[in-house]
C-alpha cells in the first residue's frame, strides 16, 4: 500500500492494520505488533482465547483507543485525529451487549443517531433507517422502547444501528453469544446477506465456519494464524496452543 | 411517538390535548402557573374561575375526575402545611368554630392551598396528556440545557435496566440464603449498593464508547424536526390567555 489510495490504489484494502502494538496506561501491554488486511466485501473470523486482545484490537479499529506503535487504515484513510468522523462513519462495531449499545428511548432514534450525527435529516433520515430495519428485519418494532425487546431482537436492532450508517466494514464483538439457536441462524442469514466486509470476534467456532471463508488467531497480543477457516479448524495443534476447542462431536470437514 | 414507556401518570388516549406538541403543552401549562401565582390572593372569584378552566381541559383530553384527583395526592405534604398556618401565624385573630385562629394566617393557607392545587392539576393534565418522552423531546425543543435533557432521558431509558440489575442482585442473594433482616444485613445491602454502583458506572463507560463510535461529540441530534403549527400554539396557549383575562380584572377589581 502506498499513502495515497486514490491515485496508486483504486481499490483499498477495507481495513489495514501493520505493527499494531498497544499498552493499557497501568503497564499491561495487550497487542505486540498486529498485521493483517482485509479486502473489500471479505468475511473474516477473529478468533482467540479469553484475554488475548480481541477486544482491544476492535476498539483500535475506529480511534477509540490510539495505537501504541504501527497503525490502523480504513479504505485507504488513517485512523487519526484528522480523519475520525470520517472514520467512525466508515467502521461500525457492534458490541457484545446490546444494552450497552441501543441507548435512547425508542429503536428509532437509536438507528438514527448514527446518520444523524452524520448530518442526515428529515426524509433521508428516515429512509435510512427504515433500511437498516427492515434489512434485520425489525420494521414494525421501530417505535419501541429497546429495552422491552428480547435478547435477540435487541442484537438485530443493534446490527440496524450500525447498518444505518452504510459503513464500509462492520465489526462485530461475539454476535452469537447468548442467542438461541434460531436467532444465530438468523443473525447469520443477515450477515451473509450483507455485501459488506466483515470482521467477527468470536470463540463460537462453528459460527466462523459457517459465516466466514478465512479466519485469523489472534494470541498473547499477536497474530498467530491466517487462512482459510476450514484449514484453521482442522489443525488441532494450533487450537489446542491456543486455547481454542470445538464443540463436542462437531468435525470441521 | 412512542408506545411503551406507560408511566404512571400517563393516561393514553388520543384527545385534541394528547395530540398537541409537548412542547406547547409545556409552556401554556408553565404560563397558567406564572398568571395563578401572580393573582392577588382575595380574588377568590378567580381561583374559582381558573379551576372551571382546568375542569374544561380535563375534560377536553377526557381525564377522569377521578385519575386527576388521584394523582393530586403528591400536594397532601403542602396542605399539612397551609393547615398549619392559621395556628402558627402572627397578626390579628379571629374566631372560627370557638378556635383563635390568625387572619394573616387563614389568608397564607388559602393562597398556597389554592395556587398549590392549581399548579398541580395543571401539571397532573399536561403529565396524563404528554408520554415522558414527548415531555424530555419538549424541553429540548425550549432549549432547556441539552445536557439536563439527555441526563434525564439516559435515566428513562436505564431506569429499568438499573432495576431489573437490582432484581438479579437480589435473586443471587436470596437464593444463596441471604435474608435482610436486622441490623447485621446492612452491611450485605450495602456492599450490593456498591456493586450496583461500579456497575453502571461501568456500563455508563461503555455506552459512551458505543455512542462515540457512531459519531457523538456531545451534542445529542434534534430528530423530531416537526415544528408546532400556528393553530396548535394558539389552542394551547387558549388556556393562559383566557387566565389572564381572569386575572387582569381580579388585579384592577
Ligand atoms: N482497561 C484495561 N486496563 C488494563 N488492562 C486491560 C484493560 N482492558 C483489557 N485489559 C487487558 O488486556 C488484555 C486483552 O484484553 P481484551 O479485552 O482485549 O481481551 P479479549 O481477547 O477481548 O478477551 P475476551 O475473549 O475475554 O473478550 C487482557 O489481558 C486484559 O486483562
Ligand atoms: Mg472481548
Known sequence: MTTDPLTTNPVPYSLEVSGLAFAYPDGHQALFGVDFALERGERVALLGPNGAGKTTLVLHLNGILTAGAGSVRVAGLPVDRAHMAEVRQRVGIVFQDPDDQLFMPTVREDVAFGPANAGLRGAELEARVTRALERVGMAEHADRPPHHLSFGQRRRVAVATVLAMEPEILVLDEPSSNLDPASRRELAEILTSLDVTVLMVTHDLPYALELCPRSLVLSGGTIVADGPTPKLLADETLLHAHRLELPFGFSPR | ?253
Not at chain 2, 39 to 64: Q, S
Not at chain 2, 141 to 152: E, F, G, S, T
Not at chain 2, 208 to 232: C, E, F, I, K, N
Request: net charge positive; proline share 5%; hydrophobic share 55%.
Open chain 2, 1 to 253: 411517538m412512542g408506545s411503551g414507556h406507560a408511566h404512571r401518570l400517563h393516561l393514553h388516549g388520543h384527545s385534541p390535548v394528547h395530540r398537541l406538541p409537548a412542547h406547547t403543552k409545556l409552556v401554556a401549562v408553565l404560563a397558567f402557573v406564572v398568571v395563578v401565582v401572580s393573582t392577588p390572593r382575595e380574588a377568590v372569584w378567580a381561583f374559582a374561575g381558573y379551576a372551571l378552566l382546568l375542569a374544561a381541559v380535563a375534560r377536553a383530553a377526557r381525564v377522569p375526575a377521578g385519575f386527576a384527583l388521584r394523582r393530586m395526592a403528591v400536594e397532601v405534604p403542602f396542605v399539612a402545611f397551609a393547615l398549619l398556618l392559621p395556628f402558627v401565624a402572627q397578626g390579628g385573630r379571629t374566631e372560627v368554630l370557638g378556635m383563635q385562629l390568625s387572619v394573616s394566617g387563614l389568608w397564607g393557607a388559602w393562597n398556597i392551598l389554592a395556587k398549590g392545587t392549581l399548579g398541580v392539576g395543571a401539571s397532573v393534565l399536561l403529565a396524563a396528556t404528554t408520554e415522558l418522552r414527548d415531555l424530555l423531546l419538549g424541553l429540548q425543543r425550549l432549549r432547556m440545557p441539552p445536557m439536563l435533557v439527555q441526563i434525564a432521558s439516559f435515566m428513562l431509558r436505564y431506569g429499568d435496566v438499573i432495576a431489573d440489575e437490582l432484581a438479579r442482585m437480589r435473586i443471587a442473594r436470596e437464593s444463596r440464603g441471604f435474608r435482610a433482616r436486622g441490623p447485621r444485613a446492612w452491611g450485605v445491602l450495602a456492599r450490593t449498593a456498591g456493586a450496583l454502583f461500579i456497575r453502571t458506572y461501568e456500563r455508563g463507560e461503555r455506552v459512551h464508547l458505543a455512542m462515540v463510535s457512531r459519531g457523538y461529540t456531545g451534542a445529542m441530534p434534534v430528530l423530531d424536526g416537526r415544528a408546532a403549527t400556528r393553530a396548535q400554539w394558539s389552542a394551547a396557549l387558549a388556556l393562559p390567555v383566557t387566565a389572564l383575562a381572569v386575572c387582569l380584572p381580579a388585579w384592577t377589581l
